[in-house]
């Protein structure tokens, strides 16, 4: 996939990823921690939406030593995806945390395999559907850049049968954190995002032997943005620290040439031009209707069934290669040889996308078990899926210009259908008084019918859809297992346990690139051990952990670091970590808590290997990543989170270290450690009415993370000469000041 281009924001921890099992054993450790939220428990977010990457849409991605997926976090709202696949609809285009958000909770890894089938934690919402009193909130927030966000819910009653109503509204128009008013880009380039929701539940009794509820749910989602990556160009140290060129701040100053893109149209084959904010933005409506019944007898039925549609767009502004040519200069049309920024725009048209997801799950407490079984029934299409692309060069400035050399030969599609079924089983099971455990299982049928454009297949001298189609039909049966364990050895002390097995089967997307990736099942096992003690002032959990998935599949942007050409390859490998996490919740006096976390993890590659051909000097170049560390991610992590309560005023921060990370796949640069830094005030006037001020990147870094682009195929030896070389890459937020009121009645 695009991890190379979008691996947004790698921010935190290998995470303790325990069950519920684990947080009940540490009962004395507060609501603010950042340990895994039992599944019952939707009230932490585990800082979950502390965001230090350049744009700031949605929740930071959870490390869990494996890169992030271009989609991140995996979202659930109400027990379902809020999306069904994450490209093109990224997540944050259907969803966001506003007012009518009433819970949280964070599933592990064990926990998400099973209930939903995916690879890493999750992040689950749930939105006030009604209430018994009328009641509601408002709020508004903003930045020093100039930020635009409000939200607001209302609830209550409408009869007294048990008819009740919730109506919410969410409104962001996000400036970023520069003006680019000379290169015709919008104000609010960042994100201009609208929510809107409406939901009935109706209460009732169940003839005398239970009662229940049945909601209506309906949301409407609009959401424009010039991509959750932004790039910026620097100067490159060989100790791993970048500083920034002469009249360029990073953060501040704008590195995009323009809004409008000239794209050659997949369908005519012509030049179009096209509004990169307006027109690849997304429209979706989302109609769920559930249900939860709870019977006398102590056994539970609940349901959820989602209803899908809309129109979604993608747009990625990516910087590839930097290299050095003669060009004309723009402006005074004299000839001028200096270094050159490789830039490429994939732009995906609003692709229409339907899908149907439905959840029922029937449970009791029977003894000592507490088991649940439930049914997963998704359906998902997506008619005719096209990205045009092109690559272009633009100056090394701010405000940077065009220079030309547009190549329009970049395209990918795909269409069709998918379908998942799946039967998940889960017990809680309390041995005895000192042991428990949880187990689960997930038995899932998927398949994939469609078809895409062979690369050998397209002629040049046609419009792209033209082309001659392939046919797709793919099936696998999909398994994942969990089980997790408490030992209570004394009242203070005891032992952790879990063990997870995952299979991810591949999507349509994946033939996106043109080429049969001769999908293959993607098995992730991983394991973990540790011990927790619980004291009057503090508890305490550490743990070692391993985790692996082999049949990764990804689609890279390859460089020639000579003439700037790149190639997409689709790649397969294999990537392992071993991890040990200790994470620490003190309170040592009244009102003031303490949090921290240290990690220590070593996750690379394996099997990484190919060929990529470049055309336009016919040069075949090899490549073997087999031993080289993952990017992006930190061998060692630490979070230091105080805060203080008194009285009305709350008070916090959050420090976070990132070790050394290597910018490129061969391992050749990497970014010395940083610091992410957050700090903040809430104050609350009366019960109804409170205040708040946060800052982000609070010690004002101009900091580089993530890749460096066009650079993977950099041997020692190219970089040994480039002490002091210009490059550019993606970057954490420069220092802003948040602010916001709410006020509840």
């Not at 093109?88 to 939903?116: F, S």
């Not at 294999?574 to 991890?579: D, K």
Request: net charge positive; glycine share 10%; aromatic share 12%.
């Amino acid at each position: 996939m695009r991890n190379n281009i979008q691996n947004i924001s790698l921010c935190c921890l290998l995470i303790l990823s325990g069950s519920g099992g684990m947080l009940r054993a540490q009962e004395h450790a507060k609501r603010d921690t950042i340990k895994t939220v039992d599944v019952e428990e939707p009230k932490s977010d585990r800082n979950v939406m502390l965001n230090a990457a350049s744009a700031n849409t949605g929740p930071r991605d959870v490390n869990i030593g494996l890169p992030a997926s271009v989609g991140g976090t995996t979202v659930i709202e109400n027990d379902l995806p809020v999306v069904y696949f994450f490209w093109p609809e990224m997540p944050y285009k259907a969803w966001r945390m506003d007012a009518m958000t009433n819970g949280v909770k964070l599933l592990d890894l064990g926990q998400t395999a099973v209930n939903i089938g995916d690879v890493g934690f999750s992040v689950g919402t749930y939105d006030n559907l009604g209430t018994d009193k009328f009641g509601g909130s408002v709020g508004f927030n903003s930045n020093h850049f100039g930020l635009l966000n409000g939200t607001a819910n209302i609830s209550g009653p409408l009869t007294r049968s048990g008819l009740k109503f919730s109506v919410g509204g969410f409104v962001n128009y996000d400036p970023g954190t520069y003006k680019a008013k000379k290169n015709n880009i919008d104000r609010y380039y960042a994100d201009q995002t609208q929510l809107y929701k409406v939901a009935l539940t109706q209460d009732y009794k169940i003839g005398g032997h239970g009662n229940g509820s049945v909601s209506v749910f309906y949301k409407y989602a609009k959401s424009n943005s010039l991509g959750s990556n932004l790039y910026a160009p620097y100067i490159y140290h060989l100790d791993g620290s970048v500083s920034e060129l002469p009249g360029f701040k990073i953060g501040s100053d704008n590195y995009m040439v323009s809004q409008m893109v000239t794209l050659k149209d997949a369908n005519t084959g012509k030049l179009v031009q096209r509004d990169g904010l307006k027109d690849y933005g997304a429209e979706s409506h989302t109609l769920d209707i559930s249900g939860k019944n709870r019977f006398d007898n102590g056994l539970h039925f609940n349901y959820i069934v989602r209803l899908h549609s809309g129109k979604s767009g993608a747009y990625l502004n990516a910087m590839t290669g930097i290299t050095e040519q003669t060009y004309k200069d723009p402006d005074t049309g004299k000839e001028v040889t200096g270094n050159v920024q490789g830039a490429m725009i994939l732009a995906s048209r609003k692709t229409p996308i339907k899908s149907m997801t439905s959840l029922m799950e029937l449970g009791k407490k029977s003894g000592n078990h507490e088991w649940k079984i439930g049914l997963n029934e998704w359906l998902y299409n997506i008619d005719k899926f096209v990205t045009e692309g092109v690559t272009y060069n633009q100056t090394i400035e701010a405000n940077p210009k065009s220079l030309g050399g547009e190549d329009y030969s970049k395209y990918e599609y795909h269409n069709g259908t998918e379908n998942k079924t799946a039967v998940m089983l889960t017990d809680k099971w309390d041995i005895a008084k000192v042991l428990t455990l949880n187990l689960g299982a997930r038995l899932e049928y998927q398949s994939l019918r469609g078809d895409f454009i062979n690369n050998k297949d397209v002629k040049p001298d046609i419009p792209y859809l033209s082309n001659k189609k392939t046919d797709i039909k793919k099936d696998w049966f999909n398994k994942a297992f969990m089980v997790s364990a408490v030992y209570k050895m004394t009242r203070n002390f005891g032992l952790l346990g879990e063990a997870s097995y995952n299979e991810q089967a591949g999507h349509l997307e994946n033939y996106s690139a043109g080429n049969d990736p001769h999908l293959k099942k993607s098995k992730i096992p991983e394991g973990g051990f540790g011990v927790f003690y619980n004291h009057p002032l503090f508890t305490l959990v550490s743990k070692a952990t391993y985790i692996q998935r082999d049949e990764y599949r990804s689609t890279v942007n390859f460089s020639n670091s000579t003439t700037g050409e790149i190639q997409r390859e689709l790649a397969s490998y294999e990537i392992q970590t071993i991890g040990w996490t200790t994470d620490v919740v003190a309170t040592p006096f009244k009102g003031f808590n303490f949090h921290f976390l240290f990690t220590l993890q070593s996750p690379k590659y394996k099997d990484y290997a190919g060929t990529v051909h470049f055309k336009q000097n016919n040069e075949d170049v090899n490549y073997d990543f087999g031993s080289s560390y993952v990017t992006g991610v930190s061998k060692v992590l630490l979070e230091i989170d105080p805060s203080y309560q008194w009285r009305g005023l709350r008070v916090w921060a959050s420090f976070r270290y990132f070790s050394k990370q290597y910018a490129n796949l061969s391992n050749t640069l990497f970014f010395k450690g940083r610091w992410e830094t957050f700090a903040g005030a809430k104050y609350a006037f009366t019960k109804n009415l409170e205040v708040n001020v946060n800052v982000v990147n609070l010690l004002n870094q101009r900091g580089a993370k993530g890749t460096i682009s066009g650079t993977d195929l950099y041997t020692k030896e190219q970089v040994a000469k480039k002490e002091g070389a210009i490059m550019s890459g993606t970057y954490i937020r420069p220092f802003t000041v948040e602010f916001g009121v709410k006020y509840k009645f």
